[in-house]
């Protein structure tokens, strides 16, 4: 299973990005993959993540619905849109898969992409 995550980059606050993940090696329909960023200094932690076969989608609080999460299933890709940035979005996004359903619990995931980096300048 390969995870290859894009899109990041630098973009001032109130703008915007989409990062891809881009799944190969397998069928990911029994699959969630979420999104887990780390900013400097500080513990990696859960963003969103999605139910593939469901999509069903779930959000940690401090979203508070700037974020959406997508699945291209033709492209096995996983998006994830980012509005209204701030500069505390600050991090490097980690794309994630694991067997069956979400977990907000990064050690749950077994497949990690590198990661890409998205920086929010003020």
């Known amino acids: 299973v390969q995870l290859q995550a894009s899109g990041g980059g630098l973009v001032q606050a109130g703008g915007s990005l989409r990062l891809s993940c881009a799944a190969s090696g397998r069928t990911f329909s029994s699959y969630a993959l979420g999104w887990f960023r780390q900013a400097p200094g500080k513990e990696r932690e859960f963003v969103a993540a999605i139910n593939w076969r469901s999509g069903s989608q779930y959000y940690e609080a401090f979203v508070e619905g700037r974020f959406t999460i997508s699945r291209d299933n033709a492209k096995n890709t996983v998006y994830l849109q980012m509005n209204s940035l701030k500069p505390e979005d600050t991090a490097v996004y980690y794309c994630?898969?694991?067997?069956?359903?979400?977990?907000?619990?990064?050690?749950?995931?077994?497949?990690w992409g590198r990661g890409t980096l998205v920086t929010v300048s003020s």
């Open positions: 994630a898969a694991r067997s069956g359903i979400y977990s907000d619990n990064d050690y749950d995931y077994t497949y």
